[in-house]
């Protein structure tokens, strides 16, 4: 199976910092990267798929980019509401793997 | 609106059966290949199953293959989990959610709806 590995974890920031989480695969999956948000009791939202594609409503400070075994979730000016656990998925085999998962909590 | 409502949990002691379900309104569901990712308190999330819109293929995580199936009922919008010879480390809250994209053969894709999840402990 493909592994996903996600750094750092945690990561301390403050409102209006610019973010970024990277995301490992043990071997290349091209760009069949998701990501997702997660708050505490709510089920994950999807926020990028494809590597870099914004699904539609999310907002636009959000980002992503990578290919092959490295990829980033950039959060361009960070928003109390951004403050959540993010997790990484790719989708290249039938063995959907997620990362272990970033949680942003405030510095 | 898409809604994805899972039942079926509860407590159970090991080795023995639970069977889930996961309701869907709002979308073609038949159009849809769904999925069951389940959460253990406090950790990650963990993809477990996937079956394809016709049933046509069906997927399994390595810790779950052989105990675990999964089905579906296109004419009753419905998912199934029949969850067999459960352990301690299966107790986790289980979500469903549907593939972003509909009837587009058995590629995996990403998933873009999911449900609030089922909470199953396993526990003597």
């Known amino acids: 199976d493909i592994q996903m590995t996600q750094s750092p974890s945690p990561l301390s920031a403050s409102v209006g910092d610019r973010v970024t989480i990277t995301c490992r695969a043990s071997?290349?999956?091209?760009?069949?990267l998701a990501w997702y948000q997660q708050k505490p009791g709510k089920a994950p939202k999807l926020l990028i798929y494809?590597?870099?594609s914004l699904k539609s409503g999310v907002p636009s400070r959000f980002s992503g980019s990578g290919s092959g075994t490295e990829f980033t979730l950039t959060i361009s000016s960070l928003q109390p509401d951004d403050f959540a656990t993010y997790y990484c998925?790719?989708?290249?085999?039938?063995?959907?793997?997620f990362g272990q998962g970033t949680k942003v909590e405030t510095k | 609106e898409v809604q994805l409502v899972e039942s079926g949990g509860g407590l159970v002691q090991p080795g023995r059966s639970l069977r889930l379900s996961c309701a869907a309104s709002?979308?073609?569901?038949?159009?849809?290949?769904v999925h069951w990712v389940r959460q253990a308190p406090g950790k990650g999330l963990e993809w477990v199953s996937t079956?394809?819109?016709?049933?046509?293929?069906?997927d399994y995580a390595d810790s779950v293959k052989g105990r675990f199936t999964t089905s579906r009922d296109n004419a009753k919008n419905s998912l199934f989990l029949q969850m067999n010879s459960l352990r301690p480390e299966d107790s986790a809250l289980y979500f469903c959610?549907?593939?972003?994209?509909?009837?587009?053969?058995?590629?995996?894709?990403?998933?873009?709806?999911w449900g609030q999840g089922t909470l199953v402990t396993v526990s003597s």
């Open positions: 959610a549907k593939d972003i994209w509909g009837y587009s053969g058995y590629d995996p894709h990403p998933f873009d709806y």
């Open positions: 709002g979308f073609t569901f038949g159009d849809y290949a």
């Open positions: 079956i394809s819109w016709d049933s046509g293929r069906i």
């Open positions: 071997q290349s999956i091209s760009s069949w």
């Open positions: 494809k590597a870099s």
């Open positions: 998925q790719q989708y290249s085999s039938y063995s959907r793997t």
